[in-house]
């Protein structure tokens, strides 16, 4: 066994920087890198992708990410693994395989390949059988939105990555498996760490927690002594050096910017949390009361003292469906008395919404600048404010309402208040609304299963 | 005394559904026991009034000296359904931070605490 594992982050989320895989192989070493695709509403758009074209419906940068670390897995054995694989992880794992032959490097690539998330073809039987997947927010059952339901997938845990590495891959491709169970699986599989070892599988899901948002844990975003953040443009991604008894270092390359201390990990764990003591993954329940951090070093933080505990009987599942559309559009008004023309263009807006007879579920109006993003707690607003921005959004189940709201911003600017500008986008584009829909579902439902096959 | 939490502690937030969570985390060991004692639910459901449609949670994390808040229907629907600019709760984290507790003088110069500037 080895005495430590390496798991390097290289994808935060879908869209994150196409520069991080490659700095991350090439920084230093790794055993593993670890690409997060996977948000809530990701499914639903790839999903859309695939309707439109089968080939499609995968997070098509990691083909990309692959292409610019394909040296280091052929050549140094770094393993990748990745939830890259969306709706269509066979899709996603042919076109992995032809980059593979393209670079040369398709005899040392062995492909795992997770499926058996996607309860799409199952749904109406599911429902028939009983499992009314109810809205874990508000208690409705799926069948009411059941015409409208894009996708529908269960979020699978560590177990089928550790088979597929155990057979081999060291290029594992899932659909939605939880984006801890991309970091504790390779721990997992290194130092054999059992089903029940509850420890030690929840140090591996707080390990994946702290780097599943990439530089979100080491200086990137963080609100601590931002200011005093060395070099973010050179900002290092994070990586977990794991040990056999669940303790494990977070730090990053050497010669990198951003920051790793106990302050930019405590924001990371804080992320998007719920009742700390009980964060509920297929594998295991983590403590994160339990979690204890020492710096140790210059950016190394030390993790230990995690407890686990056994897990519940039910996976979550992501469900996406139709919500009807929306659009946002926005103008720019100027000094003097910018905010006044802003709010007086907004009720002119309104009204002639209004006498329009346009009826939408939702219309907000926001003045970027004065109180956008924390509401009346801003206070009042300077009377100088050099300029605000007028947001109106509307959301509704009629395209054509939604679509003659996007008409009505442009007249604003020579039929409305004065100092206007910043139309230069043109109209808002109108969008069609994919929900979630999360549900829970009994775990004997859902059999993931794994290839692994030649690229 | 008047104190911001502004000068007490950092804070980071996120979303879940049309729920924003925001961890609030002392600068010092010893400034905890003021989040604990002070940063009640109760306070911060007055302090968020009329910006969340639901009640406030609260959890503790002593080990991390943090504090997390769960503030429901805070989010305008969440996810995708959501109008609002911060659609994701991204800067809850910052609004949590505009707010001021009252702390007995005492307790306030004993802990070396930062006044609010008038």
């Given at each position: 066994?080895?005495?430590?594992?390496?798991?390097?982050?290289?994808?935060?989320?879908?869209?994150?920087?196409?520069?991080?895989?490659?700095?991350?192989?090439?920084?230093?070493?790794?055993?593993?890198?670890?690409?997060?695709?996977?948000?809530?509403?990701?499914?639903?758009?790839?999903?859309?992708?695939?309707?439109?074209?089968?080939?499609?419906?995968?997070?098509?940068?990691?083909?990309?990410?692959?292409?610019?670390?394909?040296?280091?897995?052929?050549?140094?054995?770094?393993?990748?693994?990745?939830?890259?694989?969306?709706?269509?992880?066979?899709?996603?794992?042919?076109?992995?395989?032809?980059?593979?032959?393209?670079?040369?490097?398709?005899?040392?690539?062995?492909?795992?390949?997770?499926?058996?998330?996607?309860?799409?073809?199952?749904?109406?039987?599911?429902?028939?059988?009983?499992?009314?997947?109810?809205?874990?927010?508000?208690?409705?059952?799926?069948?009411?939105?059941?015409?409208?339901?894009?996708?529908?997938?269960?979020?699978?845990?560590?177990?089928?990555?550790?088979?597929?590495?155990?057979?081999?891959?060291?290029?594992?491709?899932?659909?939605?498996?939880?984006?801890?169970?991309?970091?504790?699986?390779?721990?997992?599989?290194?130092?054999?760490?059992?089903?029940?070892?509850?420890?030690?599988?929840?140090?591996?899901?707080?390990?994946?927690?702290?780097?599943?948002?990439?530089?979100?844990?080491?200086?990137?975003?963080?609100?601590?002594?931002?200011?005093?953040?060395?070099?973010?443009?050179?900002?290092?991604?994070?990586?977990?050096?794991?040990?056999?008894?669940?303790?494990?270092?977070?730090?990053?390359?050497?010669?990198?910017?951003?920051?790793?201390?106990?302050?930019?990990i405590s924001e990371q764990l804080v992320y998007e949390m719920g009742d700390p003591k009980s964060y509920i993954t297929p594998d295991v329940i983590a403590d994160f009361t339990s979690i204890q951090l020492?710096?140790?070093?210059?950016?190394?933080?030390?993790?230990?003292?995690?407890?686990?505990?056994?897990?519940?009987?039910?996976?979550?599942?992501?469900?996406?469906?139709?919500?009807?559309?929306?659009?946002?559009?926005?103008?720019?008004?100027?000094?003097?008395?910018?905010?006044?023309?802003?709010?007086?263009?907004?009720?002119?807006?309104?009204?002639?919404?209004?006498?329009?007879?346009?009826?939408?579920?939702?219309?907000?109006?926001?003045?970027?600048?004065?109180?956008?993003?924390?509401?009346?707690?801003?206070?009042?607003?300077?009377?100088?404010?050099?300029?605000?921005?007028?947001?109106?959004?509307?959301?509704?189940?009629?395209?054509?309402?939604?679509?003659?709201?996007?008409?009505?911003?442009?007249?604003?600017?020579?039929?409305?208040?004065?100092?206007?500008?910043?139309?230069?986008?043109?109209?808002?584009?109108?969008?069609?609304?994919?929900?979630?829909?999360?549900?829970?579902?009994?775990?004997?439902?859902?059999t993931p299963q794994v290839r692994v096959e030649a690229a | 005394m008047k104190v911001r939490l502004l000068d007490l502690a950092h804070a980071r937030s996120g979303d879940k559904g049309d729920t924003a969570?925001?961890?609030?985390?002392?600068?010092?060991p010893e400034w905890f026991g003021v989040l604990r004692s002070h940063l009640t639910a109760e306070r911060v459901a007055e302090h968020f009034k009329g910006e969340i449609t639901g009640p406030v949670q609260?959890?503790?994390?002593?080990?991390?000296?943090?504090?997390?808040?769960?503030?429901?229907?805070?989010?305008?629907?969440?996810?995708?359904?959501?109008?609002?600019?911060?659609?994701?709760?991204?800067?809850?984290?910052?609004?949590?931070?505009?707010?001021?507790?009252?702390?007995?003088?005492?307790?306030?110069?004993?802990?070396?605490?930062?006044?609010?500037?008038?």
């Amino acid at each position: 066994m080895k005495p430590l594992v390496r798991v390097a982050a290289g994808q935060g989320f879908w869209g994150d920087w196409l520069e991080a895989p490659r700095r991350q192989v090439e920084g230093g070493p790794i055993d593993y890198l670890m690409l997060d695709y996977l948000a809530e509403v990701t499914m639903s758009i790839l999903q859309k992708q695939k309707e439109r074209d089968p080939a499609m419906g995968y997070a098509r940068d990691f083909i990309g990410a692959m292409e610019s670390v394909f040296p280091a897995v052929a050549a140094r054995g770094v393993k990748v693994i990745a939830n890259a694989g969306g709706v269509n992880p066979d899709a996603c794992a042919k076109a992995v395989g032809a980059a593979a032959r393209s670079a040369g490097v398709a005899a040392q690539v062995k492909l795992g390949i997770v499926t058996g998330d996607d309860l799409l073809p199952r749904l109406d039987a599911l429902l028939a059988a009983g499992h009314a997947l109810k809205n874990m927010d508000t208690g409705a059952p799926l069948s009411s939105v059941r015409d409208r339901v894009l996708s529908a997938n269960a979020y699978l845990g560590s177990r089928p990555i550790v088979d597929a590495l155990a057979r081999g891959a060291n290029v594992v491709i899932t659909g939605r498996s939880t984006d801890t169970a991309l970091t504790m699986a390779p721990l997992r599989h290194e130092f054999g760490w059992g089903a029940e070892d509850w420890d030690k599988l929840a140090a591996g899901i707080v390990a994946g927690h702290i780097i599943e948002c990439g530089a979100q844990c080491s200086g990137g975003n963080c609100l601590r002594d931002w200011r005093t953040i060395p070099d973010l443009a050179n900002v290092g991604y994070p990586i977990v050096e794991g040990a056999p008894d669940g303790t494990f270092l977070v730090t990053k390359h050497p010669n990198t910017g951003g920051r790793v201390d106990v302050s930019t990990i405590s924001e990371q764990l804080v992320y998007e949390m719920g009742d700390p003591k009980s964060y509920i993954t297929p594998d295991v329940i983590a403590d994160f009361t339990s979690i204890q951090l020492e710096n140790s070093g210059k950016d190394r933080v030390r993790v230990h003292g995690i407890r686990g505990r056994p897990p519940t009987d039910s996976l979550k599942v992501s469900i996406a469906y139709r919500a009807g559309y929306k659009a946002v559009g926005t103008l720019v008004y100027a000094w003097p008395e910018a905010l006044d023309k802003a709010e007086l263009a907004g009720r002119v807006l309104r009204e002639r919404l209004n006498r329009l007879g346009l009826r939408f579920d939702e219309v907000r109006t926001e003045f970027v600048g004065a109180s956008a993003t924390h509401g009346a707690l801003a206070g009042a607003p300077s009377p100088d404010l050099a300029e605000v921005q007028l947001r109106v959004g509307v959301r509704g189940e009629d395209r054509k309402m939604v679509e003659r709201f996007t008409r009505e911003l442009a007249p604003l600017v020579l039929n409305g208040p004065p100092s206007v500008t910043g139309f230069a986008g043109g109209r808002p584009k109108v969008e069609d609304v994919v929900a979630y829909w999360p549900a829970l579902i009994d775990k004997r439902e859902v059999t993931p299963q794994v290839r692994v096959e030649a690229a | 005394m008047k104190v911001r939490l502004l000068d007490l502690a950092h804070a980071r937030s996120g979303d879940k559904g049309d729920t924003a969570n925001v961890g609030v985390i002392a600068f010092k060991p010893e400034w905890f026991g003021v989040l604990r004692s002070h940063l009640t639910a109760e306070r911060v459901a007055e302090h968020f009034k009329g910006e969340i449609t639901g009640p406030v949670q609260r959890f503790e994390l002593p080990n991390l000296l943090a504090v997390n808040f769960l503030l429901h229907g805070a989010l305008g629907g969440g996810g995708t359904l959501s109008l609002k600019t911060d659609a994701q709760g991204k800067v809850f984290s910052t609004a949590m931070l505009r707010l001021v507790l009252d702390i007995p003088d005492g307790e306030a110069q004993a802990l070396k605490l930062p006044e609010a500037p008038r």
